[in-house]
C-alpha cells in the first residue's frame, strides 16, 4: 500500500515561516510528478506548488515568491518551504504524488495525482 506522510505543520504568526515534509512508503519506484494542495472547510482542494521530473515547478499565483516546492531525489522525500506566511495559507496541506502529471496546466488537475497523504495543518495568525 502506497502511503504518503506529511509533516511540518503548525501554527505561526503572519510573515513566519514553516517547512512541510512529505515521506512516501509503501513503493520504491519515483515518482515523476509530486505536489502539495491545500484545502481549508467549505472550499475546494487547490494546487500550491508542483514538481515534474525533479526539475519542473510550477506554483499558484498567490503563492510566487514565498513558496519553494524541492524533492530529495535519493530520499524521494518532497519539501515546501514556506516563508513570509499569511493568513489566506491558514489551511490542511496536503502531499500528494502521481506517475505523470499535466504540469503545463494551470492549475495542475487534482485528478492526476492518485497517490495523497493524510495532510498537515497549517494556521497562520494575522
Known amino acids: 500500500e502506497v502511503r504518503l506522510v506529511e509533516s511540518g505543520g503548525g501554527s505561526v504568526q503572519s510573515g513566519g515561516s514553516l517547512r512541510l515534509s512529505c515521506a512516501p512508503s509503501g513503493y520504491s519506484d519515483t515518482k515523476n510528478c509530486m505536489g502539495w494542495f491545500r484545502q481549508v472547510p467549505g472550499k475546494e482542494r487547490e494546487g500550491v506548488a508542483v514538481?515534474?521530473?525533479?526539475?519542473?515547478?510550477k506554483y499558484a499565483d498567490s503563492v510566487k515568491g514565498r513558496f519553494t516546492i524541492s524533492q530529495d531525489n535519493a530520499k524521494n522525500i518532497l519539501y515546501l518551504e514556506m516563508n513570509n506566511l499569511k493568513p489566506e495559507d491558514t489551511g490542511m496541506y496536503y502531499c500528494?504524488?502521481?506517475?505523470?502529471?499535466?504540469?503545463?496546466?494551470?492549475?495542475?488537475?487534482?485528478?492526476?495525482?492518485?497517490?495523497w497523504g493524510q495532510g498537515t495543518q497549517v494556521t497562520v495568525s494575522s
Open positions: 500528494a504524488a502521481a506517475d505523470r502529471c499535466q504540469w503545463w496546466l494551470q492549475p495542475v488537475p487534482t485528478s492526476d495525482f492518485r497517490d
Open positions: 514538481i515534474s521530473d525533479y526539475t519542473i515547478t
